[in-house]
């Protein structure tokens, strides 16, 4: 069975205090690994899609990596404005485009 | 920036009675879909619809749920006999060559 895993479920960092979220996965085949941020009562904002191992994409204070078993969503120096659940999602190939979502992981930075 | 617009944004509703929920996707896109949030846990696929059919459907998605594209633009979500574990978030989202994007969601509490 298709499965995506986020940890920790809780991340507290000091402003500026660099992290890194974890996705790990299992899916037959993956056709995309989508990290959303959401805000509390908001629904997902898209930051990234990576389709391959190796693959890295950026934004601002926030980098994704992919390998053939977990992504990563690296924070670096974060504000507070970064605070959010950040959701990741697979999207497994067959005949379908639904996405697969963890549980996410809440941060909350402190200035 | 295109963006997926969903309404109302939050509605009360009595058990037994029927809901519409309302969602215009972005107007390129192809693919449309409904997820939805039970407060705590993760973001999970109800259906998708594709070239005025479903494609696909979760197990959540039984005989009292249903979907329509009535028009060009809107995309529906009925329940028919609403029970109190429906409330939760509602996620309409469409999918094209600018990706997978999510609305703001319709708060569904059933009382």
Redesign the interface.
């Known amino acids: 069975e298709d499965q995506v895993t986020q940890s920790p479920e809780a991340l507290r960092l000091q402003e500026g205090e660099s992290s890194s979220l974890n996705c790990s996965y299992t899916v037959s085949g993956l056709r995309g690994l989508f990290w959303y941020r959401q805000d509390p009562g908001k629904g997902p904002e898209f930051l990234f899609t990576l389709y391959s191992a190796g693959e890295e994409k950026e934004k601002e204070r926030l980098k994704a990596t992919l390998t053939k078993k977990e992504s990563f969503l690296h924070i670096t120096a974060p504000k507070p404005e970064d605070s959010a659940t950040y959701l990741c999602a697979v999207q497994a190939p067959r005949n379908t485009d639904k996405l697969i979502f963890g549980t996410g992981t809440r941060l909350q930075v402190f200035p | 920036e295109p963006e997926?617009t969903?309404t109302p944004s939050h509605q009360v509703t009595q058990m037994g009675q029927e809901v519409i929920l309302r969602c215009v996707p972005i107007s390129n896109h192809l693919?449309f879909?409904w997820?939805r949030q039970i407060l705590g846990?993760?973001?999970?696929?109800l259906v998708?619809f594709y070239n005025n059919e479903i494609?696909?459907k979760?197990e959540i998605f039984d005989d009292q749920f249903s979907v329509e594209r009535p028009d060009g633009s809107n995309f529906t979500l009925k329940i028919r006999s609403t029970k109190l574990e429906d409330s939760a978030?509602y996620?309409c989202a469409s999918?094209g060559d600018r990706?997978?994007?999510?609305?703001?969601?319709t708060?569904l509490t059933v009382v």
């Open positions: 997926v969903q693919y879909y997820y846990q993760k973001v999970e696929f998708s494609s696909e979760s978030m996620f999918s990706g997978y994007t999510f609305g703001s969601g708060r």
